[in-house]
């Protein structure tokens, strides 16, 4: 049972356009939501996050769009740069609740 | 900081044999969570501790797979036997608990390939 959808798993968006990414979830529970960014041989790196209290978080190129009634968020990315070009993981926690639960990621290729 | 380590980095084991992965979590964290990377299920969460107590295990697939986190600093999962079907990359993560926006720092992975 997929809480987490991540429906696309592979995106490739042309350098210095905007790259969107889309994520949905099942749980209404949710109220907690982060993007992770892995590079090859690496751990998951925290990017931004969004709590259900808004609609919108925003950090430099990075911006996270939630839509609580379609239990739907994005991670928009302007401009796309080279150096973005990794799997990215949607993931959610509930209140009180310490664990995420994480997609299966995207994979993202930035073509320069 | 160091952050969250790990090893071995790379594991290669046949069926049957006895596999133990490590994890050092950040210093001053309280949370520690286990987690597998496979292509069909993305990251699933094995099990996870709060200062030091196992508080959900439900992810652990079967009893061949253990873990302990006998102090603050240190903990191990074991699969024993392990199995083909086990290779995946493992992934150890540490947090300090903060109600309502929980973040977690995720170490390098152990990639586990079983013959």
């Known amino acids: 049972d997929q809480q987490v959808k991540q429906n696309s798993p592979s995106l490739s968006v042309q350098e210095g356009r905007i790259s969107i990414l889309n994520c949905d979830y099942t749980n209404s529970m949710f109220d907690y939501f982060l993007w992770y960014k892995k590079y090859p041989a690496e751990g998951p790196t925290f990017l931004i996050s969004i709590s259900s209290i808004k609609d919108k978080n925003e950090d430099g190129r990075f911006t996270v769009f939630l839509n609580k009634s379609a239990k739907h968020l994005s991670l928009h990315i302007v401009p796309s740069q080279p150096g973005d070009s990794a799997v990215y993981f949607c993931?959610?926690?509930?209140?009180?609740?310490?664990?995420?639960?994480f997609g299966t990621g995207t994979r993202l290729t930035i073509i320069p | 900081d160091a952050g969250v380590i790990q090893s071995p980095r790379h594991e290669v084991t046949e069926m049957g044999q006895e596999v133990t992965l490590r994890c050092k979590p950040i210093?001053?964290?309280?949370?520690l969570f286990w987690y597998r990377q496979t292509m069909m299920r993305g990251l699933e969460l094995l099990i996870y501790f709060n200062n030091n107590v196992p508080i959900d295990d439900s992810g652990m697939p079967e009893d061949r797979f253990s873990a302990k986190m006998p102090n603050a600093s240190f903990s191990t999962l074991k699969i024993q036997p392990s199995e083909p079907r086990d290779s995946a990359v493992y992934f150890c993560?540490?947090?300090?608990?903060?109600?309502?926006?929980?973040?977690?720092?995720f170490g390098a992975g152990s990639r586990l390939t079983v013959l």
């Open positions: 993931a959610a926690s509930a209140f009180g609740n310490e664990k995420l639960t």
């Open positions: 210093s001053g964290h309280n949370s």
């Open positions: 993560a540490s947090s300090r608990t903060l109600p309502g926006a929980n973040v977690l720092t």
